[in-house]
Protein backbone atom coordinates (compact mmCIF):
# COMPACT_ATOMS: atom_id res chain seq x y z
CA UNK A 1 0.00 0.00 0.00
CA UNK A 2 3.41 2.47 0.63
CA UNK A 3 4.15 1.64 -2.76
CA UNK A 4 0.47 2.59 -4.21
CA UNK A 5 0.94 6.11 -2.05
CA UNK A 6 4.50 6.88 -3.78
CA UNK A 7 2.98 5.73 -6.99
CA UNK A 8 -0.40 8.21 -6.56
CA UNK A 9 1.89 11.29 -5.45
CA UNK A 10 4.20 10.38 -8.70
CA UNK A 11 1.53 10.54 -10.98
CA UNK A 12 -0.18 13.71 -9.58
CA UNK A 13 3.55 15.56 -10.07
CA UNK A 14 3.47 14.45 -14.06
CA UNK A 15 0.63 17.07 -14.16
CA UNK A 16 1.15 19.43 -11.67
CA UNK A 17 4.59 21.19 -11.25
CA UNK A 18 6.56 21.96 -7.88
CA UNK A 19 3.39 21.17 -6.00
CA UNK A 20 4.86 18.23 -3.52
CA UNK A 21 3.76 19.79 -0.37
CA UNK A 22 0.25 20.74 -1.57
CA UNK A 23 -0.47 17.32 -3.40
CA UNK A 24 0.48 15.49 0.12
CA UNK A 25 -2.47 17.67 1.48
CA UNK A 26 -4.91 16.53 -0.41
CA UNK A 27 -3.96 13.00 -0.08
CA UNK A 28 -4.18 13.81 3.56
CA UNK A 29 -7.59 14.98 3.02
CA UNK A 30 -8.49 11.98 1.27
CA UNK A 31 -7.34 9.47 3.26
CA UNK A 32 -8.49 11.04 6.68
CA UNK A 33 -12.23 10.88 4.71
CA UNK A 34 -12.53 14.21 5.37
CA UNK A 35 -12.24 17.19 2.29
CA UNK A 36 -10.12 19.82 1.18
CA UNK A 37 -11.01 23.76 0.63
CA UNK A 38 -8.23 25.37 -1.74
CA UNK A 39 -8.02 29.03 -1.51
CA UNK A 40 -6.14 30.76 -4.11
CA UNK A 41 -6.51 33.08 -7.16
CA UNK A 42 -7.39 31.63 -10.52
CA UNK A 43 -4.93 29.97 -12.71
CA UNK A 44 -2.60 28.27 -10.22
CA UNK A 45 -3.90 24.86 -10.70
CA UNK A 46 -6.84 23.88 -8.85
CA UNK A 47 -8.61 22.00 -11.03
CA UNK A 48 -6.10 20.71 -12.52
CA UNK A 49 -5.08 18.92 -9.30
CA UNK A 50 -8.99 17.84 -8.94
CA UNK A 51 -8.91 16.06 -12.13
CA UNK A 52 -5.94 14.39 -11.75
CA UNK A 53 -7.05 12.98 -8.61
CA UNK A 54 -9.76 11.68 -9.83
CA UNK A 55 -8.03 10.35 -12.65
CA UNK A 56 -5.20 8.79 -10.47
CA UNK A 57 -7.57 6.89 -8.51
CA UNK A 58 -10.07 5.74 -11.25
CA UNK A 59 -12.98 7.63 -9.67
CA UNK A 60 -15.84 9.73 -11.41
CA UNK A 61 -14.58 13.36 -11.37
CA UNK A 62 -17.83 16.33 -11.43
CA UNK A 63 -17.39 19.85 -11.95
CA UNK A 64 -19.83 22.20 -10.12
CA UNK A 65 -19.40 25.81 -11.53
CA UNK A 66 -21.08 27.68 -8.12
CA UNK A 67 -23.11 30.70 -9.77
CA UNK A 68 -25.36 33.07 -7.68
CA UNK A 69 -28.65 31.45 -9.95
CA UNK A 70 -27.21 28.20 -9.24
CA UNK A 71 -29.58 25.62 -7.14
CA UNK A 72 -29.38 23.08 -4.52
CA UNK A 73 -31.59 20.79 -7.23
CA UNK A 74 -28.63 21.44 -9.58
CA UNK A 75 -26.20 19.66 -7.05
CA UNK A 76 -27.76 17.23 -5.25
CA UNK A 77 -30.36 16.25 -8.64
CA UNK A 78 -33.79 16.17 -8.96
CA UNK A 79 -37.21 13.59 -9.74
CA UNK A 80 -38.62 14.44 -12.86
CA UNK A 81 -41.73 12.85 -14.36
CA UNK A 82 -41.01 9.72 -16.72
CA UNK A 83 -44.01 9.93 -19.73
CA UNK A 84 -43.46 6.13 -20.65
CA UNK A 85 -43.58 4.86 -17.11
CA UNK A 86 -46.12 6.99 -15.60
CA UNK A 87 -43.93 7.59 -12.59
CA UNK A 88 -41.22 9.67 -11.11
CA UNK A 89 -37.79 9.01 -11.85
CA UNK A 90 -34.84 10.25 -10.05
CA UNK A 91 -32.00 12.36 -12.10
CA UNK A 92 -29.04 12.41 -10.09
CA UNK A 93 -26.95 15.97 -9.92
CA UNK A 94 -22.75 15.90 -10.52
CA UNK A 95 -22.84 15.49 -6.45
CA UNK A 96 -23.09 11.69 -7.27
CA UNK A 97 -19.09 11.07 -7.55
CA UNK A 98 -16.37 10.35 -6.30
CA UNK A 99 -14.27 13.50 -6.60
CA UNK A 100 -16.49 16.51 -6.81
CA UNK A 101 -14.83 19.63 -7.54
CA UNK A 102 -16.94 23.01 -5.97
CA UNK A 103 -15.26 25.77 -7.92
CA UNK A 104 -15.85 29.19 -6.41
CA UNK A 105 -18.41 27.79 -3.36
CA UNK A 106 -18.61 31.25 -2.65
CA UNK A 107 -20.00 32.46 -5.53
CA UNK A 108 -23.27 30.15 -4.45
CA UNK A 109 -25.97 31.29 -2.58
CA UNK A 110 -26.41 30.67 1.10
CA UNK A 111 -29.35 27.72 0.26
CA UNK A 112 -27.10 26.31 -2.23
CA UNK A 113 -24.02 26.35 0.16
CA UNK A 114 -26.48 24.10 2.33
CA UNK A 115 -27.25 21.51 0.16
CA UNK A 116 -23.47 20.10 0.31
CA UNK A 117 -23.82 20.61 4.32
CA UNK A 118 -25.84 17.12 4.61
CA UNK A 119 -23.46 15.43 1.46
CA UNK A 120 -19.96 16.50 2.55
CA UNK A 121 -21.23 14.79 6.26
CA UNK A 122 -23.53 12.18 6.17
CA UNK A 123 -22.26 11.07 2.49
CA UNK A 124 -25.98 10.97 1.30
CA UNK A 125 -28.63 13.17 -0.51
CA UNK A 126 -32.27 13.31 0.53
CA UNK A 127 -34.75 14.69 -2.52
CA UNK A 128 -38.74 14.91 -1.39
CA UNK A 129 -37.82 12.69 1.91
CA UNK A 130 -35.56 9.87 0.16
CA UNK A 131 -32.34 9.59 1.11
CA UNK A 132 -29.40 7.95 -1.35
CA UNK A 133 -26.10 7.24 -0.57
CA UNK A 134 -23.32 9.11 -2.30
CA UNK A 135 -20.18 6.56 -4.13
CA UNK A 136 -17.35 5.93 -1.94
CA UNK A 137 -14.91 7.30 -1.57
CA UNK A 138 -16.34 10.34 -1.73
CA UNK A 139 -14.01 13.37 -1.97
CA UNK A 140 -14.88 17.23 -2.39
CA UNK A 141 -12.60 19.96 -3.08
CA UNK A 142 -14.09 23.00 -3.24
CA UNK A 143 -12.37 26.52 -3.96
CA UNK A 144 -12.47 30.25 -3.36
CA UNK A 145 -10.65 33.46 -4.64
CA UNK A 146 -9.72 35.51 -1.76
CA UNK A 147 -8.93 38.55 -3.21
CA UNK A 148 -12.61 38.89 -4.73
CA UNK A 149 -15.46 39.39 -2.47
CA UNK A 150 -18.00 41.67 -4.69
CA UNK A 151 -21.24 39.19 -5.26
CA UNK A 152 -20.10 36.01 -3.40
CA UNK A 153 -21.21 34.60 -0.31
CA UNK A 154 -18.54 33.91 2.90
CA UNK A 155 -19.17 30.36 4.24
CA UNK A 156 -20.52 29.96 7.26
CA UNK A 157 -18.75 28.63 10.18
CA UNK A 158 -20.96 25.16 10.24
CA UNK A 159 -19.61 24.65 6.17
CA UNK A 160 -16.02 25.77 7.15
CA UNK A 161 -15.79 22.83 9.73
CA UNK A 162 -17.12 20.38 7.38
CA UNK A 163 -13.33 20.94 5.67
CA UNK A 164 -10.58 19.35 6.77
CA UNK A 165 -7.63 20.85 5.78
CA UNK A 166 -7.78 24.53 3.75
CA UNK A 167 -4.84 25.47 2.13
CA UNK A 168 -3.15 27.36 -1.29
CA UNK A 169 -1.25 26.30 -3.88
CA UNK A 170 0.38 29.50 -4.47
CA UNK A 171 2.09 30.55 -7.46
CA UNK A 172 5.36 28.86 -8.66
CA UNK A 173 8.71 29.87 -8.86
CA UNK A 174 10.66 31.23 -11.90
CA UNK A 175 12.44 27.31 -12.57
CA UNK A 176 8.65 25.79 -12.05
CA UNK A 177 6.73 28.25 -14.17
CA UNK A 178 9.84 27.39 -17.02
CA UNK A 179 9.85 23.51 -16.28
CA UNK A 180 5.25 23.71 -16.87
CA UNK A 181 5.77 25.62 -20.31
CA UNK A 182 8.28 23.16 -21.40
CA UNK A 183 5.81 20.59 -20.69
CA UNK A 184 2.92 21.98 -22.62
CA UNK A 185 4.83 21.15 -25.64
CA UNK A 186 6.25 17.25 -24.66
CA UNK A 187 4.48 16.78 -21.26
CA UNK A 188 1.46 14.34 -20.64
CA UNK A 189 -2.10 15.78 -19.79
CA UNK A 190 -4.74 15.07 -17.81
CA UNK A 191 -6.26 12.74 -20.28
CA UNK A 192 -3.19 10.58 -20.72
CA UNK A 193 -2.97 10.20 -16.88
CA UNK A 194 -3.47 6.30 -16.26
CA UNK A 195 -5.04 5.33 -12.89
CA UNK A 196 -2.12 3.97 -10.42
CA UNK A 197 -4.69 3.37 -7.49
CA UNK A 198 -8.33 1.56 -7.47
CA UNK A 199 -10.99 3.22 -5.26
CA UNK A 200 -10.95 -0.45 -2.82
CA UNK A 201 -7.24 0.95 -2.38
CA UNK A 202 -8.41 4.06 -1.41
CA UNK A 203 -10.68 2.91 1.42
CA UNK A 204 -8.17 -0.11 2.50
CA UNK A 205 -5.60 2.79 2.82
CA UNK A 206 -8.15 5.16 4.87
CA UNK A 207 -8.45 2.13 7.06
CA UNK A 208 -4.55 1.35 7.57
CA UNK A 209 -4.34 5.18 8.18
CA UNK A 210 -6.99 4.78 10.74
CA UNK A 211 -4.73 2.30 12.53
CA UNK A 212 -1.30 4.40 13.08
CA UNK A 213 -0.52 4.64 16.78
CA UNK A 214 -0.77 7.81 18.72
CA UNK A 215 0.27 7.98 22.15
CA UNK A 216 -2.12 9.58 24.50
CA UNK A 217 1.06 12.29 25.08
CA UNK A 218 0.50 13.63 21.60
CA UNK A 219 -3.11 13.20 21.90
CA UNK A 220 -3.41 15.50 25.56
CA UNK A 221 -0.52 17.86 22.83
CA UNK A 222 -3.49 18.25 20.07
CA UNK A 223 -6.52 18.90 22.94
CA UNK A 224 -4.31 21.40 24.83
CA UNK A 225 -3.53 22.98 21.43
CA UNK A 226 -7.22 23.06 20.11
CA UNK A 227 -8.19 24.60 23.74
CA UNK A 228 -5.76 27.25 23.47
CA UNK A 229 -7.68 28.62 20.67
CA UNK A 230 -11.11 29.41 22.51
CA UNK A 231 -9.38 30.71 25.66
CA UNK A 232 -6.92 33.11 23.03
CA UNK A 233 -7.17 37.14 23.40
CA UNK A 234 -7.22 37.55 20.27
CA UNK A 235 -10.06 35.23 19.06
CA UNK A 236 -13.58 35.24 18.55
CA UNK A 237 -14.58 31.61 18.18
CA UNK A 238 -12.18 29.30 18.39
CA UNK A 239 -11.92 25.52 16.89
CA UNK A 240 -14.71 23.37 18.13
CA UNK A 241 -14.18 19.66 18.71
CA UNK A 242 -14.96 18.53 15.29
CA UNK A 243 -11.85 20.68 14.50
CA UNK A 244 -9.24 18.53 17.37
CA UNK A 245 -10.56 14.70 15.87
CA UNK A 246 -10.00 16.10 11.87
CA UNK A 247 -6.71 17.45 13.40
CA UNK A 248 -5.76 13.20 15.07
CA UNK A 249 -7.16 11.88 11.82
CA UNK A 250 -4.36 14.06 9.26
CA UNK A 251 -1.50 13.38 11.80
CA UNK A 252 -2.57 9.33 11.27
CA UNK A 253 -2.69 10.17 7.66
CA UNK A 254 0.76 11.83 7.28
CA UNK A 255 2.85 9.73 9.84
CA UNK A 256 1.50 7.03 7.26
CA UNK A 257 2.12 8.73 4.00
CA UNK A 258 6.10 9.66 6.42
CA UNK A 259 6.62 5.50 6.21
CA UNK A 260 6.34 5.26 9.85
CA UNK A 261 2.98 3.05 12.06
CA UNK A 262 3.29 5.68 14.84
CA UNK A 263 2.98 9.80 14.75
CA UNK A 264 5.06 12.46 16.10
CA UNK A 265 4.54 16.00 17.80
CA UNK A 266 5.99 17.28 14.06
CA UNK A 267 3.11 15.73 12.42
CA UNK A 268 1.11 18.07 14.09
CA UNK A 269 2.81 20.85 14.04
CA UNK A 270 2.74 20.79 10.80
CA UNK A 271 -0.35 20.34 9.93
CA UNK A 272 -2.16 22.84 12.58
CA UNK A 273 -1.90 25.75 10.30
CA UNK A 274 -3.68 23.78 7.46
CA UNK A 275 -6.51 21.70 9.71
CA UNK A 276 -6.91 24.70 12.57
CA UNK A 277 -6.92 28.03 10.85
CA UNK A 278 -9.84 28.28 8.74
CA UNK A 279 -12.32 26.68 11.74
CA UNK A 280 -11.72 29.96 14.09
CA UNK A 281 -12.67 33.54 13.81
CA UNK A 282 -9.92 35.84 14.79
CA UNK A 283 -11.11 39.34 16.29
CA UNK A 284 -9.90 42.60 14.85
CA UNK A 285 -8.81 41.72 11.36
CA UNK A 286 -6.01 39.27 13.01
CA UNK A 287 -4.67 36.52 10.17
CA UNK A 288 -5.87 33.25 11.96
CA UNK A 289 -2.66 31.60 10.61
CA UNK A 290 -0.29 34.13 12.30
CA UNK A 291 -2.02 33.46 15.48
CA UNK A 292 -2.04 29.31 15.19
CA UNK A 293 1.74 29.98 14.57
CA UNK A 294 1.74 31.24 17.43
CA UNK A 295 0.18 29.31 19.65
CA UNK A 296 2.05 26.56 18.33
CA UNK A 297 5.38 28.40 19.51
CA UNK A 298 3.39 28.54 23.03
CA UNK A 299 2.09 25.14 24.17
CA UNK A 300 4.60 22.74 24.97
CA UNK A 301 5.74 20.10 22.87
CA UNK A 302 5.33 16.40 24.37
Known sequence: MRTGIERLTENLGLTLVGKTEAIRLVLVALLAGGHALLEDV??????????SLARSIDGKFQRIQCTPDLLPSDITGTNIWNQSKAEFEFLPGPIFANVVLADEINRATPRTQSALLEVMEERQVTVDGVSRQVPHPFFVIATQNPIEYQGTFPLPEAQMDR??????????????????????????????????????????LRRLCSNIKLETSL?????????????????????SPRGAVAL????QVLAFLLGRDYAIPDDVKFLAPYVLSHRLIPSGGRRANTIVERLL??????
Request: charged content about 25%.
Open 42 to 51: PGVGKTLLAK
Open 163 to 204: FTISLSLGYPSEAEELQMLQRIKGGITVEELQPCISLEEVLE
Open 219 to 239: QQYIITLVRATREHEEITLGV
Open 248 to 251: QKAT
Open 297 to 302: KEVAIP
